[in-house]
Nanobody, 119 residues
Framework: QVQLVESGGGLVQAGGSLRLSCAAS????????MGWFRQAPGKERDVVAR???????NYADSVKGRFTISRDNAKNTVYLQMNSLKPEDTAVYYC?????????????WGQGTQVTVSS
């Protein structure tokens, strides 16, 4: 019954910005790690950014300084602010949430949202 619903994907020109949202329902995730992942055509799924229940964050080197992950626990929602977008950021972006602490694995996944960056 847990569901993660993503929104905010779309087409943007290089150098532009986009904000992705992931709204969770069926469970409160305020205390649990969540993350954003992406998968480009022909490539494996890679981690983009992660955030702990306490708000600690980390990022893939490829997006560090350009992307920001945040969470609003009152809304049970996680965000990914993407600035200075590059064509290589084009991918399907997924959000994920863990079901337990300490972290073992991400148990819940969103449906994915397409982000396309044109040059």
């Amino acid at each position: 019954q847990v569901q993660l619903v993503e929104s905010g994907g779309g087409l943007v020109q290089a150098g532009g910005s986009l904000r992705l949202s992931c709204a969770a329902s069926g469970r409160t995730f305020s205390s649990y790690p969540m993350g954003w992942f992406r998968q480009a055509p022909g490539k494996e799924r890679d981690v983009v950014a992660r955030i702990s229940g306490g708000g600690n964050t980390n990022y893939a080197d490829s997006v560090k300084g350009r992307f920001t992950i945040s969470r609003d626990n009152a809304k049970n929602t996680v965000y990914l602010q993407m600035n200075s977008l590059k064509p290589e950021d084009t991918a399907v972006y997924y959000c994920a949430a863990a079901a337990r602490i300490p972290f073992i694995t991400y148990d819940y996944w969103g449906q994915g949202t397409q982000v396309t960056v044109s040059s």
